[in-house]
């Protein structure tokens, strides 16, 4: 098994390129499936996730290529309406292929997505939202089974602004007939894209970037082409590791989607420059500890939790980290705390007392996420860390070595 090796305690400088966000381009990659024709997607980071999803297209009976950061969709073989267990439980964002096959197809067979490494993680609202739009829906050996003759618009109002549910019920509803009102709508970037990207295909989606969606059911949807927008989730990564580690400058990056997350860095003391499409942090001589609450856009993201508490843990004193989001996504802390990081969890709130130093040992990667929170320490620790398990980061960080190696960081990949 691939282990990552970083020598801690190196200044690390200069300038990083961020990458396509890997949670766009996995709901636009299964939106070509609503209708057949040609697709060009631009700026796709090369990650485990976005292969995983190709392959899960090529189940459907779709055709694609991938090649310098463009993937190549072909959807008009596809014929097999199916995402199989083995695949989606690799990935939970396979389960957005639910709301483009029953819309283009009537019916649809997806395996329920099982828990991840911090606990259950229901999909109830994507289902109740598809019985609402007319879908019948039966559960057989871990399948949702779901079968519509015809999808109707109704309103839909979801508990909790989920990204997944708004994604998939958005794709079931632009050709339904009639009109969907999706209310308190996930308005992440990233589905705020993907709207973007149903409305290029000829969908009538109003209010996109807001937490009501209305849409307006189509008959035709043709093929688009589209450039992913960059990832804030690493691009956060990487300032967070620049405001531990040296002077940072990260390129490609749309600052209003991270808005949140310099401010609370400036808080901590941290310098940020902010241009039109880069951002440039130097790190304070002493580390304030800050509270820090998530929330769901524009709040401060939870897939930036972990990294803020690897941060947090060698702040110059005691700091609250709250995930209302997901009350249990600590898994970073048990492996934090063989680096020496000083942090108590309670239900969803983590008490950290920031110490001088951490210092290198093995650890271990259990999310994508937690696994950045691992790097960042890892980069600040004295002495050597072994990161067991990087498949996880594989998922989600395109070329994260290659790219800290280029700031100057002790870091190798051996198998
Ligand atoms: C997306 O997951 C992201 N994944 C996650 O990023 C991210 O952490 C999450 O949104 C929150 O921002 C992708 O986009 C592929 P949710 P998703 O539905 O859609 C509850 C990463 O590291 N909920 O917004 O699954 C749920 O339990 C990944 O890139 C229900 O109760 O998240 C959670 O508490 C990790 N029922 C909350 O809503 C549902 O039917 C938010 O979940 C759906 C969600």
Redesign the pocket.
Known sequence: MAKIIIKGGKTLNGEVKISGA??AV??IMSATLLCPGKFTIYNVPDLR?TRTMMQLLEITGAKTSFENGTVWVDTNNVNNPEAPYDLVKTM??SF?VLGPLISRFGKVQVSLPGG?AWG????????KGLEKLGANLDLEGGNILAEADELIGCDIHF???????T?NLAMAAVRAKGITRLFNC?K?P?ITQLCEFLNIMGANIKGIGTDSLVIEGVKELNHADITVIPDR?EAGTFLMAGALNGEIKINNVIPLHLEKVTNKLIETGCQITINDDSISITPPENLKSVDMTTA?FPGF???LQAQWVALMSLSDSSSIVTDI???DRFSHIPELARLGANIKVEKNTAFIRGVDQLVGAPVMST???ASAALFIAALAAKGETEISRIYHIDR?YEKIEQKFLGLGADIRRVS
């Open positions: 890997k949670n996995l709901p996730d939970r964002a957005y991840c259950p993680r229901p999909v109830d609202y994507h289902l508990e909790f602004p989920s990204v997944g549910a994604g996930a992440e990233e989730i769901v993201p939870t897939d989001v997901y009350h999310d994508i996420r989600g």
